[in-house]
């Protein structure tokens, strides 16, 4: 359901082994793994649930990497993509009149329940993986009562049931990216050992992921450069 991955196939061990190939092909020293979100492909509650298993997969890489020593990747750190899709997702669905929770007030296991009430609720459009409604439109229609849900006005949050709209969203991928990674590139290491270093690399990559990937407003603190250092290599 992952690209051309099934579910099933994306495992501990694989995910394991595409960080160390990206230092033996690419002599990356610093991997970001992105967890899955909920797209069209997710077209039950247990295939959701198997996407949650490989989320906890990846965080628990993450956690545990610096514990390894015989790898030349230093740093795995994780981009919360299935939180970020979870926002947006949850923010418009209150917005077009579904009864659904504030998604800033929300936890993983909460998406995981409440999502079986609307997630699967499948514009019909005939094709073999229709979007979500409340991904793809902006409001719902009268017409759907004596019609179907053949068809909605559209949003700009999603081009499908799969794709942000760049436009509207890329930004705050981009800055979060630059956040975590700054969560490595501008530390300094202290004089308390690793496991502190590694606990001061959690708090700074949770930060990163709870102000940007959201829908929470950005705090001034981290535009004027006050609350965060980004990570930057332009030469």
């Known amino acids: 359901m992952h690209g051309w991955m099934s579910s099933k196939d994306i495992t501990h061990a ?4 595409a960080v160390e190939l990206a230092h033996e092909l690419l002599g990356a020293e610093t991997v970001i793994l992105m967890t899955i979100p909920f797209t069209n492909n997710v077209d039950t509650p247990e295939e959701m649930h198997k996407v949650n298993n490989i989320n906890n997969n990846i965080r628990e890489i993450a956690r545990g990497w610096y514990l390894r020593n015989s790898t030349g990747v230093k740093n795995v750190l994780v981009l919360e993509l299935g939180t970020y899709y979870n926002h947006i997702i949850w923010a418009n669905a209150r917005h077009m009149g579904y009864n659904v929770s504030s998604p800033l007030k929300m936890t993983n296991e909460m998406f995981d329940t ?44 999603f081009l499908d049931g799969m794709h942000i709209c760049p436009e509207t969203l890329a930004a705050r991928y981009g800055v979060a990216v630059a956040c975590v990674l700054g969560c490595v590139y501008n530390r300094k290491s202290g004089a308390d050992g690793l496991k502190h270093d590694e606990i001061k ?17 950005v705090d001034d603190g981290y535009l004027h450069g006050i609350e965060r250092e980004f990570a930057s290599f332009a030469g």
């Open 14 to 17: 694989r995910l394991v082994e």
């Open 201 to 217: 690399l959690r708090t700074c990559e949770r930060e990163c992921n709870e102000q940007f990937m959201s829908v929470m407003a």
């Open 114 to 157: 409440e999502g079986k009430t609307f997630l699967y609720d499948r514009l019909q459009t005939g094709k073999e993986w229709p979007p979500t409604i409340a991904m793809v439109c902006s409001d719902r229609l009268k017409s759907w009562i004596g019609e179907g849900k053949a068809k909605c006005n559209r949003n700009y949050l």
